[in-house]
Every structure is written in structure tokens, then in C-alpha cells.
């Protein structure tokens, strides 16, 4: 009997070990960040760590039942961060170093997103990516992008996406650096129409992803924040829209056309109510 507990013991120590070594190489905080933890200071306490970002990691890549619940919902503290990060790692196209997930924070479509250093997802944010079947709905293309490709969600280093907010990158979506999104606002890069964009036919469409393909209109196009930009509490971006570089988007505005660099604007439909003057 003690041979074989023995043995158990000895197997969890080489899996430990070995998860250890791989959330050790994945490399998700730096130095800095990780001495902002006064309990990983010890050594031993570095070492379960890493052991605990491995297993969620090799979890995460076998897609072990239970495993995306437990680490979205659970863990309202700083260990959380760590095991949240793990997951990310292991589902997202690119993960930088001391990103923050927050408790509720979930994405869909994780393979097409890509996320910089230093960002901070706050609560309960969704993450949306992927492709519009173009065979079965109408789908009017507003704007491409060069920089951003249909389906792909980019966000820039030193970003905050607060509570509460949506991003849907059907049509791509890129967030510049330094970019901040205030709670409840919401950017689509594709969104239904009243109405077909390509002619008048006189029909009525359906505003519901529920409704027959044929009777729903939608417009697609690229969103592009170009850095250093504001986006205020509940405001929306729709398709097709390039907000230029150190604009900011005033509180529950509607922003429906492009916007210039280096200026406020806000507003239903939102418009330039100042000009930024940099010295």
C-alpha cells in the first residue's frame, strides 16, 4: 500500500514539475508585474503558480469540461488574473504579457483575436469574431480595411476595455494603443438594416438573427480606432467607421461616420464639438 501511495505521489510530483516548466515558458507577466505579488516573492509559491498556469493552460487546450466556467466566473481576486490568463493563452490567436482578464469576461471566436501588452478586459466584456456566411444573407460591404482583416478583433497595448462592453468584429476591428472604452459602449462592425443598401426593392426587413437569411439586410465594414482614443460610457460605433487618431467620442454619442484625428465630438449623430490643438 505505502508503494503505490508512493507512487501516486511521485506521478503528481512529475506532472506538477512538468506544468510548471510549461506556464513557466508561457511567459504571461513580467518581472515587474510579478513583484507586485509580495507572496511570489517565495520562491515555492512562484513555483505553484506556474504549476497552476500550466494545468489551466493544458486544460484549456483539451477543452476539459468545465474549465471555461470555473476560471470566467470563479477566482474574484488576483489569483484569478493568473489562471484567467492561462485560459486566454491557450484559446486566442496572441496574448501579451500582464494582460488583466476579468471575472466574466468571455470571447467568441477566440482563434481570431489578438490582444497587446499591459491590457486590462474589465467585467463581463464579450468579445465577438468570425465570418458572415455571404451565401445565405445579403450583406452590403461599407468598408475594408488594409490593416484588419473580416473577422479579426485587434487591441493595442496599454488598453482598457471597461465593464459591460461589446465588440463585435464580424467586419474587423482593430483598437490602436493607449486606447480607453468606457462601460456599456458598444462597437459592430456588422449590423442589420431596415432596409436592402443596394436598391430599393420596397421590403421591409427583419431586425432579428432569427428570421429566414432572406429577409435580413446587413451592413458590414471595418472599425478602426487609430490610438490614444476615448470612447465614452454608452456610446456605439457602427460599421464601417475610423476614429482618428487621439479623437475622443463624447458620453452616449452615436457615431455613424468618420471621425478626424486629434478632436472631441459627441452627439446623435456624434459631430466635432472641438479640436485639439497639441503643442
Known amino acids: 500500500m505505502a508503494e503505490i501511495v508512493l507512487a501516486l505521489l511521485s506521478i503528481l510530483v512529475a506532472i506538477l514539475i512538468t506544468c510548471s516548466v510549461i506556464g513557466k ?5 513580467s518581472n515587474e508585474k510579478l513583484g507586485e505579488f509580495r507572496i511570489l516573492r517565495v520562491r515555492l509559491f512562484r513555483w505553484l503558480m506556474y504549476a497552476a498556469i500550466g494545468v489551466v493552460w493544458i486544460l484549456a487546450k483539451i477543452h476539459f469540461p468545465g474549465i471555461e466556467t470555473s476560471v470566467t466566473y470563479g477566482y474574484d481576486n488576483k ?3 493568473v489562471l484567467r490568463a492561462a485560459y486566454w493563452k491557450s484559446r486566442v490567436r496572441k496574448l501579451g504579457k500582464d494582460v488583466m482578464i476579468d471575472v ?3 470571447a467568441i471566436g477566440w482563434h481570431a483575436i489578438s490582444i497587446g501588452d499591459n491590457s486590462w478586459i474589465d467585467r463581463n466584456v464579450i468579445l465577438e469574431t468570425g465570418l458572415i456566411d455571404r451565401r445565405k444573407f445579403m450583406v452590403h460591404i461599407k468598408k475594408t480595411s488594409s490593416i484588419i482583416e473580416e473577422g479579426e478583433l485587434f487591441i493595442g497595448k496599454g ?4 465593464k ?3 465588440i463585435q468584429a464580424q467586419g474587423g476591428v482593430l483598437i490602436g494603443d493607449y486606447t480607453g472604452i468606457a462601460s456599456g459602449a458598444k462597437i459592430y462592425s456588422l ?5 436592402s443598401v443596394k436598391f430599393d426593392d420596397g421590403k421591409i426587413y ?3 438573427p432569427l428570421a429566414p437569411p ?6 458590414e465594414g471595418a472599425v478602426i480606432l487609430e490610438g490614444n482614443n476615448a470612447l465614452g460610457l454608452n456610446s456605439v460605433i457602427l460599421p464601417g467607421v475610423t476614429i482618428g487618431k487621439n479623437s475622443w467620442i463624447g458620453v452616449c454619442s452615436y457615431v455613424v461616420n468618420d471621425v478626424p484625428p486629434n478632436c472631441l465630438v459627441a452627439g446623435c449623430p456624434a459631430k466635432v464639438k472641438k479640436v485639439f490643438h497639441h503643442t
Open 79 to 81: 489569483v484569478g488574473y
Open 191 to 195: 449590423s442589420q438594416h431596415y432596409k
Open 104 to 106: 466574466g469576461a468571455k
Open 206 to 208: 427583419k431586425f432579428t
Open 214 to 219: 432572406e429577409e435580413q439586410s446587413l451592413i
Open 25 to 29: 515558458k508561457l511567459e504571461l507577466f
Open 159 to 162: 488598453c482598457h476595455i471597461s
Open 164 to 166: 459591460n462592453v461589446v
